[in-house]
């Protein structure tokens, strides 16, 4: 086997990777979307609830396109998970902040996805466009 089907196999190879890499980038990104979503659907429910009064009834998003009819407790404070399934008392203005710091964090997050993202198309292409070189190059020596 000659050094440049060898250098054609590793460059394939290369690329391949770099697709599943892009591929998995893709996926990570959609999920950061999805979680901004909620979160951006919290925070409007959040700001909803600070414009309630106490006794008012609304209808509460259980997933799945579920509602159920709620009365307010209580519009001043809410329950927040703060992790490992762990939700503490804090107020709401407390919980906006929360919500915005982790918006905030999601949102860089999907910047850096992006940033990889077209780093590593970059890379994808660049390996793409020698693949082709050498093709012909192999082409050329078998005819």
Known sequence: ????????RRLYAES????EYIQALRQRYQLLEASESTLLTAKDAIKALTQSQEGQQMLVDVGGGVYIRAS???????L??????VFVDKSIEDCQKILEERVASIKQAKQNALEEMMQAQQQLNDKQSKLVQISQRLQATTK
Request: proline residues 0%; aromatic residues 4%; hydrophobic residues 40%.
């Open 1 to 8: 086997m000659s050094s440049l089907e060898e250098e054609f």
């Open 16 to 19: 391949k990777a770099l697709e």
């Open 72 to 78: 307010i407790v209580d519009s001043k404070r809410a």
């Open 80 to 85: 927040i998970n703060v992790g490992e399934g």
